[in-house]
């Protein structure tokens, strides 16, 4: 059997000293210091095989932090792992403890392609693996057809569309090769809720950023084309995992969903949950009232819904654990799980033929200081996510 690790780490704003990322938003030489150590910090205590950062504004700052971490991990190694000339050095708490560098590790980075000049910047993605890649990392940001969406009518006219042709951050699909199984996996950050405010031609800002002249309507509207948005970026994710299930690969998808688990956006991604039983259910082509889907039909339905959902590693652990809370974010009085680890059913404890289990699931948020707190700018330096892994461990082919 292989067991592995793979974690989602939300950086918040990674980019070297004196880089103005958003506008008047820069690090000092000091506080970057103080922000690489403490991501390295994270990073070691992590440890993970495979690692999916978000906000990462250049691939050469996550170097640095993946080198500074190494440098930690090594120091601890020397302090606390013996020798192999000490006759306890073979016991298994020595491995657990070991830190496995990254030196060997491949990282694949995707920048962001709405990325602009300095006050402008625009954060990319990455994946490290310890066990390489397959094959070339993919990047899923600018669309090969524009989405649109059409709306029904309701009576009243024209229902209308709604249009994208690009993600606000890139998504990247990663074959990793783990055992005797090649596991893909997807790495994502859809749009924040942070509202998509309307700048008429020529103005100098949305009138709706004007907070002294407070604009209630125009303000709900930008978090309307700012969760239109999530949504579709949401389904585009959605339509890529399908592809990979479809040939009959193990999937896992981690990342920061800017949602929560029961959000549309984050149904849309793992999809749909079947009923435990089709068959009192009306037919969709009935020809009367008491058509109904047969017991063997009920069966296909289950089968097909099934064979393409993704299941939380969170609700996985929680089922199985005495803890009934788990956060990674805190803003406003506010604690909920943005991000989230979902696999394919190769890893669901239901599912007879899985190829895997995941035998633990961790999120450090111990950091996390709630926005409504005066002392919230510290997340500036350290992250305003908590970091999530879960620990699998393979039992083989299919």
Known sequence: MTEFSIASFNVKNLIGADQEYYRFEKYTVEEHAWKQAWLADQLMNLSADIVCF????????????IAECDAAGIEANEAHVPDPSKRYARKAIFRKLAYKPYAQAELAFAPNVNDGGPGERRPGVAVLSRFGFAEAPQVLQELPEPLEIPFADLGGGDGGTYKISRLSRPIIKVRIPVGDQVISVFNCHLKSKLGELDKPAGAAFPPAADLVNYDAAGRALGSLRAGLRRMAEAWVLRRAILNELTLGRPVMVL????????????EIITGEVPFKNYAWMRRHDAKHQGDRYTDHENEVIQEQINAVRLHSAEKMFVRKSARDMVFTSAFGGVFESIDQILMSRHFAPDYDQRIGDMEYFSVLNDHLTDGSHPEAPYNKLASDHGQIMAQMRLRGAI
């Open 255 to 266: 990342g920061d969903f800017n949602d929560s688990e029961h959000a549309v956006s984050s």
């Open 54 to 65: 978000q906000e990462i504004f250049d691939e050469a700052s996550l170097q640095a932090v």
